[in-house]
């Protein structure tokens, strides 16, 4: 029997007792209810309902944007799509038209749904009501995608 320093032999500081527990049977047992639980969930059984269209996306692309401005004037605002001015109550149908104009085979279903329809407030004076106000109108009427166009300040 050899002995370490101080006399002490090995073999005793072999077998005294330790402090760190034994942590293999812990993950041996989380392991298995790991599994359990795995084999015993419930697998989904929602199905997913898909509609697909009917024919290509290529309406968006023969469509062309419609980019509607708004300026203010001392009765509150104006509303130009193109060069023309329009009324609010006629925004929604005079880019229905624009949009029928892209293409004959075109239904109003079609413009509705892939027409990219765009509005900007040329001059800070135009109030925020005005702008919501047109993309209510239109949003009522059932243009999918409708945008606002954002600018830099002059100032900033």
């Known amino acids: 029997m050899t002995t370490?320093?101080?006399?002490?032999?090995?073999?005793?500081?072999?077998?005294?007792p330790q402090s760190e527990p034994n942590v293999v049977p812990?993950?041996?047992?989380?392991?298995?209810?790991?599994?359990?639980?795995m084999v015993t969930?419930?697998?989904?059984?929602?199905?997913?309902?898909?509609?697909?269209?009917?024919?290509?996306l290529l309406i968006a692309v023969a469509i062309p944007p419609t980019v509607i401005d708004?300026?203010?004037?001392?009765?509150?605002?104006?509303?130009?799509?193109?060069?023309e001015e329009h009324r609010l109550e006629d925004v929604?149908?005079?880019?229905?038209?624009?949009?029928?104009?892209?293409?004959?085979s075109l239904t109003a279903a079609d413009v509705l749904a892939e027409a990219h329809v765009s509005v900007r407030a040329r001059d800070q004076g135009v109030s925020y009501g005005a702008v919501v106000?047109?993309?209510?109108?239109?949003?009522?009427?059932?243009?999918?995608?409708?945008?606002?166009?954002?600018q830099k300040a002059e100032g900033a």
């Open 92 to 104: 929604a149908e005079v880019v229905l038209a624009h949009g029928l104009q892209a293409g004959s």
């Open 70 to 83: 708004i300026e203010p004037s001392p009765s509150g605002y104006r509303i130009f799509i193109g060069a």
């Open 133 to 150: 106000a047109v993309l209510d109108a239109l949003t009522v009427a059932g243009y999918a995608k409708v945008s606002v166009f954002a």
């Open 4 to 16: 370490a320093l101080y006399g002490a032999p090995t073999r005793a500081r072999s077998l005294a």
């Open 26 to 37: 812990f993950i041996d047992v989380l392991l298995v209810l790991l599994i359990i639980f």
């Open 41 to 56: 969930a419930p697998t989904p059984t929602v199905d997913l309902q898909l509609e697909l269209p009917n024919r290509p």
